[in-house]
Each structure stands twice: as C-alpha cells, then as structure tokens.
C-alpha cells in the first residue's frame, strides 16, 4: 500500500532502451473506461516518449476485464506483436465477485507469461474503490499505464536480446 502521495510514473528515458523498432498490443477492458482510458493514454504516453512510433501501437477494447486474458492470447497468438500491455480496472463491491475476477485475470495473465513468446504486462488495478483507481490512473499517485509502457519496452527489449 502506498503509504504517501508520490507519483510513481516518473522514469528517466536515458536509462531505458528506445522503443522504434518494436510493435505494441494493448487490449483495454471498458468496464470502469474512465479509469481504464486514462491508463491507456499513459501507457501510449510512454510508449510514444520512448520512441515508439504510432503506427505501431495497435489499440482492441474487450468488455471487461475477464476477457483481457482471451484478448492478450489472440495478439500474441498473432505474431505481430513485441510486447502486449493488458489494461483493466477491478473495484471491490459487497460480493466475492472482486475475488474471483482478480485472481482469475491475474492467474491467466500469468499463464500467458508462461505459454507464449511474448510478454504481457499486467496492468490491471485492483482497488478497494473508485478514488484509488482514479489516484493510479493520472492522480495522485501517477499512472500506472505510464508503468506498464515503460514496462512493455523493457521486456520487449529484453526479448529481442536473448
């Protein structure tokens, strides 16, 4: 738990591989869309700054954040991409149902780390109410869609290396 206000989306460039040469996928859920767009626009943000060019960040919307795990698997199933970023937004209500989609999306995207060539970033939040999910994506506490950008390129850099 972030215990003070600090923006944890901050990354020096200089210290990070450049993004030009590398495909993006970015699947966004559209449930809590106006959490889950503001992290798509971070993560593009840093892709963007990385030196990633437009043309290569290819953008798919699922209903929610379940089906992340489906839209992740079809892109890197397709081959076209370096890395996949998976963008969703889950807040706890009054029924276990939080539990079960948090452990189900994180478990899948897990398992598509494992079976596929391709890194999937996680960046789902899993807040306890709607201020949190606001405060990560371009509040308080940064943006964790910047996060998962920087991410993607690292580990698609990473990928091209070994």
Known sequence: ???????????DKTKLPNAGAYRFGIVVSQWNDDVTHGLQK????ALLDLGAKEENISNFEVPG????????NQLCKSGKFDAVIVIGCVIR???????????GVTQGIKDLNVQ??????????????????????GGAHGNKG?????TAVVMADFRQKI
Do not use: W
Request: aromatic share 10%; net charge negative; proline share 2%.
């Open 65 to 72: 954040s379940f089906e992340l795990i489906y839209g992740a």
């Open 1 to 11: 738990m972030a215990t003070e206000n600090k923006n944890l989306s901050v990354y």
């Open 93 to 103: 209500g009054e029924t276990a149902h939080f539990d079960y989609v948090c452990q």
């Open 146 to 150: 910047t996060e998962a950008g920087v």
């Open 42 to 45: 971070g993560a593009i943000d």
């Open 116 to 137: 596929q060539d391709i890194p999937v970033i996680f960046c789902v939040l899993t807040d306890e109410n709607k201020q949190q999910s606001l405060d990560r994506s």
